[in-house]
């Protein structure tokens, strides 16, 4: 596209509408052509004059059949002008309308006319997002095709907190450019695994560990919003798919190596961060164990190691380990650098208190093959994981150019 790509951005009623104004100055910063749309009650919150000056085109308003001048109407115009669609803040009067095909006003005929890549980013108090009727528009319109971006979960105008808080605007503006394709990431293959495994005892009981997956989908999530195509394998774990990522659930290590073996060979970059069992009970008990008949004897056999197979079916690919620790050991993680034959190994202390499992922050090490160990200091894992993508992109360049360089 040898000029700049067009985003058409329609703005609902919301407190999260002053943020739309943050939203129009990073497009921009990213190259964006801008033009948006108010509803009515979206003027009570951000001035059309406000969104007139940072994006240098006039504000559409209310009006859907405004003629432009030309013998056009405009709500046709635009949907023929934009390369890509975004409503944000969405409401949940907008969602609605948008899963029935309503078209009252400016904006909604605008959405109805477009045929293009569609982003929509919620934004409403916990209990409306979570209402029956809101999710099955929601389900009805990512099942068309519309990509989402959130909502997530933190602080509300209502002073609660919980699920329905508008997208970060980098999280807006990062999925409109996967949807066009323009991420540094686009056109890689990233492939992620994520969570525990669990490994049957009986039909009841499982041999599992407490990870709870946030970092391998905080991976995933970055992968996708870099624009790479990304597939994610999760143990069982209680979190939502990553916007723009295929998901693909499983439960025991065999079904993970299945899993990832099965994608690995088409994949750029593989990130292994499920804590994936070393042992599984080796004859699982049909019916549940009893107490009454004592305390079982249970023999174990080795899982698979996953990891370690990955040169033999992803040669070609960065390989990224991570290990789940209890105590730091700079000799011990540069021999599992170098034993697991990985690009990247993640060393974390999982026994600090507020770190590594179930939390919402980490701090890591990460030891490489080429060049000095890093030390990423506690943050929150949605940074550690943009922090790694920097370091795991960078050896995708370096791969790639080498690879362009050898004789064919």
């Not at 798919?241 to 690995?264: C, F, L, N, S, W």
């Not at 980490?362 to 160990?373: D, Q």
């Amino acid at each position: 596209m040898s000029r700049r790509p067009r985003v058409f951005l329609g703005i609902c009623g919301g407190i999260a509408a002053y943020k739309s104004a943050e939203l129009v100055r990073r497009l921009l910063e990213r190259g964006f052509e801008v033009r948006c749309a108010l509803t009515r009650s979206a003027k009570s919150f951000i001035p059309p004059l406000t969104l007139e000056v940072l994006s240098g085109h006039a504000v559409y308003e209310q009006e859907y059949l405004t003629a432009t001048g030309r013998g056009e109407e405009s709500h046709i115009a635009v949907a023929q002008w934009a390369d890509a669609f975004c409503i944000a803040p969405a409401t949940a009067h907008m969602l609605a309308r948008l899963a029935l095909g309503l078209a009252d006003d400016f904006l909604s005929t605008s959405a109805l006319a477009f045929p293009g890549p569609m982003v929509v980013a919620p934004a409403m108090h916990s209990q409306m997002w979570q209402r029956e009727a809101v999710q099955q528009h929601a389900a009805t319109l990512a099942g068309r095709g519309v990509v989402f971006a959130g909502p997530v979960e933190g602080p509300l105008a209502s002073g609660e907190s919980g699920p329905g808080r508008l997208a970060d605007v980098a999280e807006i503006v990062a999925t409109l450019e996967r949807v066009l394709g323009r991420g540094e990431l686009a056109g890689r293959r990233v492939l992620v695994s994520a969570g525990p495994t669990w490994e049957p005892i009986d039909p009841v009981r499982f041999l599992g560990n407490r990870s709870s997956g946030k970092m391998g989908f905080a991976l995933a999530a970055e992968a996708a919003r870099r624009g790479a195509s990304t597939v994610l394998v999760a143990g069982p774990v209680a979190l939502p798919k990553p916007p723009g990522v295929e998901r693909i659930d499983v439960e025991t290590a065999h079904q993970m190596r299945d899993a990832i073996y099965a994608h690995a060979p088409g994949a750029d970059l593989v990130i292994m961060t499920a804590a994936v069992a070393d042992f599984r009970p080796a004859a699982p008990s049909a019916s549940k164990l009893k107490k009454e008949r004592g305390v079982p004897a249970i023999a174990f056999a080795t899982n698979p190691d996953i990891l370690a197979g990955l040169p033999d079916v992803a040669p070609d690919a960065v390989r990224v380990g991570f290990a789940a620790e209890t105590e730091r050991s700079t000799a011990e993680a540069e021999a599992k650098l170098a034993r697991k034959d990985v690009d990247f190994l993640v060393w974390n202390d999982v026994s600090v208190s507020g770190l590594g499992f179930g939390s919402d922050d980490n701090e890591v090490t990460v030891y490489r093959r080429h060049g000095e160990p890093v030390v990423l200091s506690r943050r929150p894992k949605r940074q550690i994981a943009a922090d790694l993508f920097d370091l795991f992109t960078d050896a995708l360049e370096r791969r790639e150019l080498a690879t362009a360089g050898t004789p064919g």
